[in-house]
């Protein structure tokens, strides 16, 4: 079946530091998502690709849909503590754009 | 404008059982869906519901069954638990139709089965 493989599982940064993280995947995907989840709460969305080769930006946040269209990355510039949390990476199965297979998490905690 | 919510938040049960689990979507929202999210695990999809059929299912066996009402909510049952159920149970609803994959997610429902 799909998967998603996401790298690393965990980073511990300095607050004012740069993150990258990646996704890749063995299967062809149309559209890439990334979602973050804090503690005690539900996935919410930060970014949506659709086209290959697509960059994408919300505030500090950049994501990439690979040319491939089976990696993306996330990047995230000068973090700050509120930037802890997990953050998945998630595509649609074949079963459609809303039926999502989700990566393991890449867990990001920030020292102040 | 109400998000997604769940109920309970966290129930514990043994074994054998079989436990309800209760989602509201958000306002104008008909489409839900049902995660897994197994600790230190990515959510995993179980089924989706759109106007009150199940409309789409992961690997989940039928033991795992769902309901939507007229209103878009939804229950999440499972018979028969077994100790890898215990996990978080997420909820997300969306809009239907728009083909975005974006998910609005509830704060889930955390199982614990001894």
């Known amino acids: 079946g799909q998967q998603l493989n996401q790298s690393p599982q965990s980073m511990f940064i300095q607050e004012g530091e740069d993150v990258s993280m990646n996704c890749t995947s063995s299967s062809i995907f149309n559209t890439w998502l990334w979602y973050k989840q804090d503690p005690g709460e539900g996935p919410v969305l930060l970014i949506a690709?659709?086209?290959?080769?697509e960059l994408t930006s919300n505030g500090r946040l950049t994501a990439q849909f690979g040319i491939t269209r089976k990696d993306s990355f996330l990047n995230i510039s000068a973090s700050i503590p509120s930037d802890v949390g997990i953050y998945f990476c998630?595509?649609?199965?074949?079963?459609?754009?809303?039926?999502?297979?989700f990566g393991k998490g890449t867990k990001l905690t920030v020292n102040p | 404008e109400t998000g997604v919510t769940q109920s309970p938040t966290h129930l514990i049960k043994t074994r054998g059982q079989q436990v309800t689990l209760r989602c509201s979507s958000q306002s104008g929202h008909n489409t839900v869906s049902w995660y897994q999210q197994a600790l230190g695990q990515g959510p995993q999809f179980i089924f989706q519901y759109y106007r009150e059929e199940e409309n789409g299912r992961g690997n989940f066996p039928p033991r795992f069954s769902g309901l939507q009402f007229p209103n878009y909510s939804s229950e999440l049952n499972v018979n028969a638990l077994e100790l890898d159920d215990s996990a978080l149970y997420l909820c997300?609803?969306?809009?239907?139709?728009?083909?975005?994959?974006?998910?609005?997610f509830g704060e889930g429902s955390r199982l614990t089965v001894l």
């Open positions: 997300a609803s969306s809009p239907g139709g728009r083909n975005t994959g974006e998910l609005f």
């Open positions: 690709l659709y086209k290959a080769g």
């Open positions: 998630a595509g649609p199965t074949q079963g459609g754009s809303e039926k999502l297979v």
